[in-house]
């Protein structure tokens, strides 16, 4: 019974620190949208051919939001896999609560865009495997999966414009963020020689339900500010 209400608990954890800090942070970007577009401009013309569509949002642009969102994306993600650690699910279970640091790559790639996804990713795991593993040497190639997963869900903003409130826009979200656990789960499963059929089941049920209420917890959230 305790370690039910421990992962609930958990669940909640999760959702409420995504919604929160990402209507702070959407909150942060209305504040500066003037620069914003400035940094659109510039990072557009550099970019935009590395997009699948042309961008309509400054899917590529760098500004103090952005920086914001890859900083506190990358402590979260720390936090959530330390806590997993502490807690012990590596041994005990339940092993679906391992998919939970995707959640937040994934929020914040989808909502701030693939820088924010890509550096939650990397220095998030950077972070905990320097922490809990620190007596071990770093292999740089632990942090590719999650960079890749990062990345291409933070594509999705190319099609969205950073809004979240029809099905079909979550369901696309859903569809670029699926491919990115796939694709980030299948490079894991090389070079770790991870079992992939079910990492990535785990990882596709549980990551995209959790994200999924947390994204449509946070469009509410921005839509009731704004």
Request: overall charge neutral; charged content about 10%.
């Amino acid at each position: 019974m305790n370690e039910t209400l421990q992962t609930i608990n958990l669940i909640l954890g999760v959702i409420i620190t995504c919604v929160a800090t990402g209507g702070a942070l959407a909150k942060l970007g209305a504040g500066s949208s003037g620069s914003a577009f400035q940094n659109q401009a510039i990072t557009q013309n550099i970019f935009s051919s590395l997009s699948l569509a042309k961008p309509r949002s400054h899917i590529w642009a760098i500004d103090w939001q952005r920086i914001a969102a890859m900083l506190l994306g990358a402590i979260i993600d720390f936090a959530l896999q330390y806590v997993i650690f502490r807690l012990n699910y590596f041994a005990v279970g339940p092993f679906w609560v391992l998919s939970f640091p995707i959640v937040v790559v994934l929020f914040f790639g989808v909502v701030f865009g693939p820088w924010a996804g890509l550096f939650a990713g990397v220095v998030g795991d950077i972070l905990s495997f320097k922490v809990i593993n620190s007596f071990i040497p770093f292999p740089p190639t632990f942090v590719v999966g999650d960079a890749i997963l990062g990345f291409l869900a933070g594509l999705s903003l190319a099609y969205t414009q950073g809004r979240f409130d029809n099905p079909r826009t979550i369901l696309r979200v859903e569809i670029i963020a699926g491919c990115g656990i796939i694709i980030g789960d299948l490079y894991n499963s090389i070079t770790f020689q991870q079992p992939f059929l079910s990492v990535v089941l785990q990882d596709l049920i549980t990551g995209l339900v959790l994200f999924t209420v947390i994204l449509i917890l946070y469009n509410k959230s921005i839509s009731y500010e704004s």
